[in-house]
C-alpha cells in the first residue's frame, strides 16, 4: 500500500504558474506507472501527465507544452509543473499510483484544487 498526499494548489492568475507535489508514503523508485489527473466540477476525472512502465512520459493534449512531470525517486515524490496556466486549467488535481501485477493496485490522493481567475 501507498498513501499519497498532493500539496501545492491555490489560486493563480492566467498566465501563471504553480507547482504540484504529490508525496508518497514509502518508495516509489520500484512503481512505475504514476500520474496526475484533474476534475473540474461537473466533468469526469481525467488524465493530465503521467509516467509509465519504461519511464515514459504522456501528456494530455490540453497540456502538452505547457505541464512538465518530474520524480525525485529519493524524496518519493512526484511533481507537476504547470506553466502559462488558463482558467480552463481550473480542477482538483489528484495524484494516483499503480503498482503490482498488471498495475492491480491502485491508490489516489486527496486531492489539491488549483484555481485559474483573474
Known amino acids: 500500500q501507498v498513501q499519497l498526499v498532493e500539496s501545492g494548489g491555490g489560486l493563480v492568475q492566467p498566465g501563471g504558474s504553480l507547482r504540484l507535489s504529490c508525496a508518497a508514503s514509502r518508495s516509489i523508485s520500484s512503481i512505475d506507472t504514476m500520474g496526475w489527473y484533474r476534475q473540474a466540477l461537473g466533468k469526469q476525472r481525467e488524465s493530465v501527465a503521467g509516467?509509465?512502465?519504461?519511464?515514459?512520459?504522456n501528456y494530455a493534449d490540453s497540456v502538452k507544452g505547457r505541464f512538465t512531470i518530474s520524480r525525485d525517486n529519493a524524496k518519493n515524490t512526484v511533481y507537476l509543473q504547470m506553466n502559462s496556466l488558463k482558467p480552463e486549467d481550473t480542477a482538483v488535481y489528484y495524484c494516483?499510483?499503480?503498482w503490482g501485477p498488471g498495475n492491480v493496485f491502485t491508490s489516489w490522493g486527496q486531492g489539491t484544487q488549483v484555481t485559474v481567475s483573474s
Open positions: 509516467f509509465t512502465s519504461g519511464g515514459n512520459t
Open positions: 494516483n499510483a499503480r
